[in-house]
Nanobody
């Protein structure tokens, strides 16, 4: 069992930046791909970004590409989501998720069903 803990959310003005972190509690997740998803009130959960277990492959939703950067430091057992040029429409609860992905592909990583373990989420609010 992998328990994921997100941190780094908060309130920021439009145009600002935040860095979210995701770390497992109690074990390493270096063998797992990690994805970030978000869900705004009244909207469906959507894919944001993902990184393969090795960190060699990254995937982004088209809406976030160029503004968000996902990375991982397996030595620190942490995955990061650097969010720049934030917009009010980025306001949402952000969740990290981990799963075993033997054959990385964009189609695999954007699917929520790929991920076995999910964190509780961290709230990001962007004011205009």
């Amino acid at each position: 069992q992998v328990q994921l803990v997100e941190s780094g959310g908060g309130l920021v003005q439009a145009g600002g930046s935040l860095r979210l972190s995701c770390a497992p509690s109690g074990r390493t997740f270096s063998s797992y791909a990690v994805g970030w998803f978000r869900q705004a009130p009244g909207k469906e959960r959507e894919f944001v970004a993902a990184v393969s277990a090795s960190g060699g492959n990254t995937y982004y939703s088209g809406a976030m590409k160029g503004r968000f950067i996902i990375s991982r430091d397996n030595a620190k057992n942490t995955v990061y989501l650097q969010m720049n040029s934030l917009k009010p429409e980025d306001t949402a609860a952000y969740y990290c998720a981990a799963g075993l992905v033997p054959r990385p592909s964009y189609r695999t990583f954007v699917a929520a069903g790929t991920y076995e373990y999910w964190g509780q989420g961290t709230q990001v609010t962007v004011s205009s």
